[in-house]
């Protein structure tokens, strides 16, 4: 909270933009990260599937 505060307190333009541009760098990270997990749970579990089917035939 103390951070956010000095944050909004923060007048010097560059700074800013510098939080600002690493934020958006975490953003970018963490969405590509998600949807490599997404993309790896969904083929997981469709093999599963797949396995499952192919055992109840």
């Known amino acids: ?4 505060r000095s ?3 923060d007048i010097s333009g560059a700074t800013a933009v510098e939080y600002g541009l690493v934020i958006a760098l975490i ?12 993309g790896a749970m969904n083929n997981m579990f469709y093999g599963l599937s797949n396995t499952y089917n192919n055992a109840a035939r």
């Open 7 to 9: 944050f909004l307190k």
């Open 27 to 38: 953003g970018v990270t963490f969405a590509a990260g998600l949807g490599n997990y997404y």
């Open 1 to 4: 909270m103390r951070l956010f």
